[in-house]
Protein backbone atom coordinates (compact mmCIF):
# COMPACT_ATOMS: atom_id res chain seq x y z
CA UNK A 1 0.00 0.00 0.00
CA UNK A 2 1.34 3.37 -0.97
CA UNK A 3 -0.61 5.46 1.24
CA UNK A 4 0.22 5.86 4.81
CA UNK A 5 -2.18 4.72 7.70
CA UNK A 6 -3.99 6.52 9.59
CA UNK A 7 -5.73 5.22 13.05
CA UNK A 8 -9.39 7.19 13.92
CA UNK A 9 -10.45 6.16 17.51
CA UNK A 10 -13.96 7.32 18.37
CA UNK A 11 -14.37 7.85 13.63
CA UNK A 12 -18.22 6.87 13.65
CA UNK A 13 -19.59 10.42 13.89
CA UNK A 14 -18.91 14.46 15.02
CA UNK A 15 -15.24 15.38 14.44
CA UNK A 16 -14.00 11.70 14.51
CA UNK A 17 -15.64 11.01 11.83
CA UNK A 18 -15.08 14.03 9.47
CA UNK A 19 -11.50 13.63 10.40
CA UNK A 20 -11.62 10.10 9.40
CA UNK A 21 -12.63 11.61 5.78
CA UNK A 22 -10.26 14.53 5.72
CA UNK A 23 -7.54 12.14 6.17
CA UNK A 24 -9.04 9.51 3.57
CA UNK A 25 -7.90 12.06 0.86
CA UNK A 26 -4.22 10.96 1.56
CA UNK A 27 -4.35 7.89 3.97
CA UNK A 28 -5.76 4.48 4.36
CA UNK A 29 -8.42 4.93 7.57
CA UNK A 30 -8.90 2.31 9.85
CA UNK A 31 -11.65 3.66 11.56
CA UNK A 32 -12.67 2.24 15.44
CA UNK A 33 -16.49 2.98 17.09
CA UNK A 34 -18.48 1.12 18.93
CA UNK A 35 -21.93 1.96 15.93
CA UNK A 36 -21.37 -0.60 13.20
CA UNK A 37 -24.02 1.81 11.02
CA UNK A 38 -22.18 4.66 11.79
CA UNK A 39 -18.86 3.55 10.34
CA UNK A 40 -20.12 1.61 7.53
CA UNK A 41 -22.23 4.92 6.68
CA UNK A 42 -18.39 6.74 7.25
CA UNK A 43 -17.47 3.95 4.75
CA UNK A 44 -19.38 4.63 2.51
CA UNK A 45 -18.61 8.30 1.89
CA UNK A 46 -15.41 7.76 2.07
CA UNK A 47 -15.50 5.50 -1.06
CA UNK A 48 -17.48 7.75 -2.86
CA UNK A 49 -14.67 10.21 -3.12
CA UNK A 50 -12.18 7.46 -3.83
CA UNK A 51 -10.63 6.87 -0.54
CA UNK A 52 -10.30 3.26 1.36
CA UNK A 53 -11.04 2.57 5.11
CA UNK A 54 -10.24 -0.41 7.11
CA UNK A 55 -13.38 -0.53 10.13
CA UNK A 56 -12.98 -1.62 13.25
CA UNK A 57 -16.20 -2.17 14.92
CA UNK A 58 -15.07 -2.26 18.70
CA UNK A 59 -15.01 -0.51 22.11
CA UNK A 60 -11.70 0.88 22.81
CA UNK A 61 -11.95 0.07 26.66
CA UNK A 62 -11.93 -3.57 25.37
CA UNK A 63 -7.87 -4.01 26.10
CA UNK A 64 -7.76 -7.35 24.24
CA UNK A 65 -9.87 -5.85 21.32
CA UNK A 66 -7.28 -3.19 21.06
CA UNK A 67 -4.55 -5.67 21.70
CA UNK A 68 -5.40 -7.09 18.54
CA UNK A 69 -6.28 -4.16 16.24
CA UNK A 70 -2.91 -2.95 17.13
CA UNK A 71 -1.27 -6.55 16.15
CA UNK A 72 -3.21 -6.47 12.98
CA UNK A 73 -2.14 -3.24 12.17
CA UNK A 74 1.78 -4.03 12.82
CA UNK A 75 0.77 -7.06 10.48
CA UNK A 76 -0.55 -5.51 7.92
CA UNK A 77 1.19 -2.32 7.17
CA UNK A 78 4.03 -2.23 9.51
CA UNK A 79 2.63 0.77 11.54
CA UNK A 80 1.07 4.39 12.13
CA UNK A 81 1.79 7.63 10.19
CA UNK A 82 -0.67 9.64 12.36
CA UNK A 83 -3.29 8.51 15.49
CA UNK A 84 -6.69 11.06 16.10
CA UNK A 85 -8.38 10.24 19.26
CA UNK A 86 -11.33 11.45 19.35
CA UNK A 87 -13.47 8.70 21.51
CA UNK A 88 -15.04 10.38 24.05
CA UNK A 89 -17.89 9.94 27.04
CA UNK A 90 -20.01 12.41 28.07
CA UNK A 91 -21.01 11.80 30.89
CA UNK A 92 -24.86 13.69 32.25
CA UNK A 93 -24.77 17.22 33.70
CA UNK A 94 -25.43 16.80 37.50
CA UNK A 95 -23.89 18.09 40.26
CA UNK A 96 -20.93 17.11 41.63
CA UNK A 97 -22.62 15.15 45.48
CA UNK A 98 -25.18 13.70 42.73
CA UNK A 99 -22.74 11.95 40.51
CA UNK A 100 -24.27 8.31 39.71
CA UNK A 101 -21.70 5.70 40.35
CA UNK A 102 -22.32 3.92 37.41
CA UNK A 103 -22.10 7.31 34.86
CA UNK A 104 -18.58 8.02 37.15
CA UNK A 105 -17.13 4.49 35.98
CA UNK A 106 -18.13 4.82 32.33
CA UNK A 107 -16.65 8.12 31.96
CA UNK A 108 -13.05 7.43 33.68
CA UNK A 109 -13.59 4.06 31.60
CA UNK A 110 -13.71 5.71 28.16
CA UNK A 111 -11.67 9.27 29.08
CA UNK A 112 -9.17 7.80 31.00
CA UNK A 113 -8.44 4.48 31.64
CA UNK A 114 -8.88 3.43 28.47
CA UNK A 115 -5.27 5.63 27.51
CA UNK A 116 -3.43 3.36 29.77
CA UNK A 117 -3.61 0.71 26.95
CA UNK A 118 -3.86 2.69 24.40
CA UNK A 119 -0.75 4.84 24.30
CA UNK A 120 1.07 1.76 25.42
CA UNK A 121 -0.18 -0.06 22.26
CA UNK A 122 -0.23 2.37 19.31
CA UNK A 123 3.08 4.29 20.60
CA UNK A 124 5.21 1.32 18.96
CA UNK A 125 3.29 2.02 15.84
CA UNK A 126 3.72 5.11 15.21
CA UNK A 127 7.45 4.91 16.15
CA UNK A 128 9.82 8.35 16.44
CA UNK A 129 8.03 10.00 12.74
CA UNK A 130 4.22 9.50 13.88
CA UNK A 131 1.94 12.04 14.68
CA UNK A 132 -0.90 11.53 17.39
CA UNK A 133 -3.50 13.99 18.37
CA UNK A 134 -5.66 14.55 20.94
CA UNK A 135 -8.60 17.19 21.28
CA UNK A 136 -9.33 19.62 24.15
CA UNK A 137 -12.34 20.80 25.75
CA UNK A 138 -10.62 23.99 27.81
CA UNK A 139 -14.45 24.76 29.03
CA UNK A 140 -15.17 21.50 30.48
CA UNK A 141 -12.68 21.19 33.71
CA UNK A 142 -14.08 23.01 36.29
CA UNK A 143 -17.48 24.04 35.03
CA UNK A 144 -20.12 23.63 37.10
CA UNK A 145 -22.06 20.39 36.35
CA UNK A 146 -19.91 19.06 34.24
CA UNK A 147 -18.06 16.57 36.44
CA UNK A 148 -18.05 13.41 34.54
CA UNK A 149 -16.81 15.20 31.15
CA UNK A 150 -15.02 17.87 32.98
CA UNK A 151 -12.62 15.92 35.30
CA UNK A 152 -11.83 12.71 33.10
CA UNK A 153 -11.52 14.83 29.87
CA UNK A 154 -8.72 16.69 31.81
CA UNK A 155 -7.37 13.76 33.17
CA UNK A 156 -7.20 12.20 29.49
CA UNK A 157 -5.37 15.92 28.06
CA UNK A 158 -2.99 15.60 31.15
CA UNK A 159 -1.83 12.15 30.32
CA UNK A 160 -1.20 13.56 26.64
CA UNK A 161 0.68 16.10 27.29
CA UNK A 162 2.89 13.92 29.66
CA UNK A 163 3.69 12.08 26.81
CA UNK A 164 4.31 14.99 24.68
CA UNK A 165 6.93 16.46 27.02
CA UNK A 166 8.38 12.84 26.96
CA UNK A 167 9.07 12.65 23.41
CA UNK A 168 9.29 16.56 22.32
CA UNK A 169 12.79 15.28 21.27
CA UNK A 170 12.71 11.47 20.10
CA UNK A 171 8.99 11.81 18.66
CA UNK A 172 6.53 10.58 17.86
CA UNK A 173 4.90 14.42 17.38
CA UNK A 174 2.13 14.58 19.99
CA UNK A 175 -0.61 17.49 19.58
CA UNK A 176 -2.86 18.37 21.74
CA UNK A 177 -5.39 21.03 19.92
CA UNK A 178 -8.58 22.66 20.61
CA UNK A 179 -11.18 22.35 18.57
CA UNK A 180 -13.82 25.50 18.10
CA UNK A 181 -17.48 24.49 19.47
CA UNK A 182 -19.27 22.50 16.74
CA UNK A 183 -22.94 20.87 16.11
CA UNK A 184 -22.24 17.58 17.53
CA UNK A 185 -24.52 15.41 19.42
CA UNK A 186 -21.50 15.89 22.32
CA UNK A 187 -22.17 19.29 22.41
CA UNK A 188 -26.24 18.87 22.25
CA UNK A 189 -26.20 16.98 25.19
CA UNK A 190 -24.68 19.53 26.82
CA UNK A 191 -26.57 22.41 25.47
CA UNK A 192 -29.73 21.65 24.45
CA UNK A 193 -31.96 24.46 22.50
CA UNK A 194 -28.49 26.08 21.51
CA UNK A 195 -28.54 27.93 18.34
CA UNK A 196 -26.53 25.81 16.16
CA UNK A 197 -25.87 28.01 13.18
CA UNK A 198 -23.29 29.75 14.62
CA UNK A 199 -20.98 26.99 15.27
CA UNK A 200 -18.33 25.24 13.09
CA UNK A 201 -18.94 22.50 11.08
CA UNK A 202 -16.79 19.48 11.84
CA UNK A 203 -15.92 19.05 8.27
CA UNK A 204 -14.46 22.17 8.25
CA UNK A 205 -12.75 21.54 12.01
CA UNK A 206 -11.20 18.97 10.60
CA UNK A 207 -9.37 20.51 7.87
CA UNK A 208 -8.44 23.26 10.23
CA UNK A 209 -6.99 21.38 12.87
CA UNK A 210 -4.69 18.97 10.25
CA UNK A 211 -3.56 21.94 8.33
CA UNK A 212 0.07 22.09 9.45
CA UNK A 213 0.11 18.53 11.13
CA UNK A 214 -0.63 16.21 7.80
Known amino acids: MSRPVALVTGASRGLGAALAEALAA ?46 SIHDRWGGLALWAHTAVEAGPLTPADHLAAKDWARAVEVNVSAMGHLVPFIAPLLGTEGTALFF ?79
Open 136 to 214: EDSHAPGTKFFGHYGSTKAAQIALARSWAAERAELGPRIHVVQPQPMPTATRARFYPGEDRDGLAQPSDEARRLLSGIV
Open 26 to 71: THHVVAVARTVGALEELDDRIQATGGAATLAPMDITNRDAMAQLCR
